[in-house]
C-alpha cells in the first residue's frame, strides 16, 4: 500500500489551534475505523495520542482531539503549548490480515 | 503501565547478523500480537513484521524487503520478543522499534499502540 499523505510541517503560536490532514484512500482510512496519531519528541519513541480516530489513551491532553470524513482523518491540537513541538504520524487499519499504513510525519513547530 | 525495553542494536559489517530482544511488562504478554517497527530519517516508519500469539496459531508475517532474512519469535515465559536479523544489507540501517498491536472487539488491529524506546541498528563496513 502507499503512505499516507501528511503536510511535512504545520504551525501555530501557542494558545492557538492547528489541524493536521492525513489523507488515505477507500483502502485504509476511508474504510475503516481505526487510525492513529502519534506524537515523536527528537530522539524519542513514537507515543499514541488517539486511537480509533478519535479516542484518547489515558493521560494525553483533551487538548487533541481526532476525526475523520471520507479519506481524509484529521489531528487537531487545541490551545498549543511549547512542549506540542514535535513530529506526528498517522497509521490506519487496511483490513485483516494487512500491515497497516502510516503518514510520512508533520513536523508541527510552535511559533 | 505497558513497558517495552528493546536491546541488542549495534554496529554490524553487511551480510552480518543481529538478535534484538524486547522485554515487556505491564500486560498479558501471551495473548498479545507484537510487531516490529523500524524508522530511518529517509523513509519515515516502516514495518518490518508480526507475530500473532499462540492462541492465534503463533504465525508470522514479513515486510517483503525482510522476509527470508529476518525471523520474529516471542518467549512467553520471558515476556520477551526478538528479532534475529541475518544476511543484513546497509539499507538495514535504522531505528528499530517493538510494538504492542491493539486488540479490538473486532479483533486484531495491524497498526502500533504501544512502542519501545527503540535500538539503533547499524550497518556499515
Known amino acids: 500500500q502507499s503512505a499516507l499523505t501528511q503536510p511535512p510541517s504545520a504551525s501555530g503560536s501557542p494558545g492557538q489551534s492547528v489541524t493536521i490532514s492525513c489523507t488515505g484512500t477507500?483502502?485504509?482510512?476511508?474504510?475503516?475505523?481505526?487510525v492513529s496519531w502519534y506524537q515523536q519528541h527528537p530522539g524519542k519513541a513514537p507515543k499514541l495520542m488517539i486511537y480509533?480516530?478519535?479516542k484518547r489513551p489515558s493521560g494525553v491532553p483533551d487538548r487533541f482531539s481526532g476525526s475523520k470524513s471520507g479519506n481524509t482523518a484529521s489531528l487537531t491540537v487545541s490551545g498549543l503549548q511549547a512542549e506540542d513541538e514535535a513530529d506526528y504520524y498517522c497509521?490506519?487499519?487496511?483490513?485483516?490480515?494487512?500491515?497497516?499504513?502510516f503518514g510520512g510525519g508533520t513536523k508541527l513547530t510552535v511559533l | 503501565e505497558v513497558q517495552l525495553v528493546e536491546s541488542g542494536g549495534g554496529l554490524v559489517k553487511p551480510g552480518g547478523s543481529l538478535r534484538l530482544s524486547c522485554a515487556t511488562s505491564?500486560?498479558?504478554?501471551?495473548?498479545?500480537?507484537m510487531s516490529w517497527v523500524r524508522q530511518t530519517p529517509g523513509k519515515g516508519l516502516e514495518w518490518v513484521g508480526l507475530?500473532?500469539?499462540?492462541?492465534?496459531?503463533?504465525?508470522?508475517d514479513y515486510a517483503a524487503l525482510v522476509k527470508g532474512r529476518f525471523t520474529i519469535s516471542k518467549d512467553d515465559s520471558k515476556n520477551t520478543l526478538y528479532l534475529q536479523m541475518n544476511s543484513l544489507k546497509t539499507e538495514d540501517t535504522a531505528v528499530y522499534y517493538c510494538?504492542?498491536?491493539?486488540?479490538?472487539?473486532?479483533?486484531?488491529?495491524?497498526?502500533?499502540?504501544?512502542w519501545g524506546q527503540g535500538t539503533l541498528v547499524t550497518v556499515s563496513s
Open positions: 510494538t504492542t498491536l491493539p486488540i479490538t472487539i473486532f479483533g486484531v488491529v495491524i497498526i502500533p499502540d504501544y
Open positions: 505491564g500486560f498479558t504478554f501471551s495473548n498479545a500480537w
Open positions: 507475530i500473532k500469539s499462540r492462541t492465534d496459531g503463533g504465525t508470522t
Open positions: 477507500s483502502s485504509d482510512v476511508g474504510g475503516y475505523n481505526y
Open positions: 480509533e480516530v478519535d
Open positions: 497509521a490506519s487499519d487496511a483490513g485483516s490480515n494487512n500491515f497497516g499504513v
